[in-house]
């Protein structure tokens, strides 16, 4: 059974720096895209940013310049490292995983169960 297990999720001044972590547990032989996602109270789940296997990165317009998505295919865990953060960066962030192979099977797609991340003073 693999399961994507996130952290970092925090309180953090506007302006402010945090990462998030997200590892796959379990025999994980390899996974071809991970990435972020987030949702706001009373909003729709919006991508973040996705990276794959090979390095190859895509943020989101708004997070542009802003944040930074990076990956570790030996931990097989993704990060998301994010700064200057605003009010309107507050949400839930859900790590998200596609085609992660294992010895046994293939899994389509996981999502972890969210880290929230606040912003305010």
């Known amino acids: 059974q693999v399961q994507l297990v996130e952290s970092g999720g925090s309180l953090v001044q506007p302006g402010g720096s945090l990462i998030l972590s997200c590892a796959a547990s379990?025999?994980?032989?390899?996974?071809?895209?991970m990435g972020w996602y987030r949702q706001a109270p009373g909003k729709e789940r919006e991508l973040v940013a996705i990276?794959?296997?090979?390095?190859?990165?895509n943020l989101a317009d708004s997070m542009k310049g802003r944040f930074t998505i990076s990956r570790d295919n030996a931990k097989n865990t993704v990060y998301l490292q994010m700064n200057s953060l605003k009010p309107e960066d507050t949400a839930v962030y859900y790590c998200?995983?596609?085609?992660?192979?294992?010895?046994?099977?293939?899994?389509?797609?996981?999502w972890g169960q969210g880290t929230l991340v606040t912003v305010s003073s």
């Open positions: 998200n995983a596609r085609e992660i192979r294992t010895l046994l099977r293939t899994y389509l797609e996981l």
């Open positions: 990276i794959t296997s090979d390095g190859s990165a």
């Open positions: 379990g025999r994980v032989f390899s996974i071809n895209t």
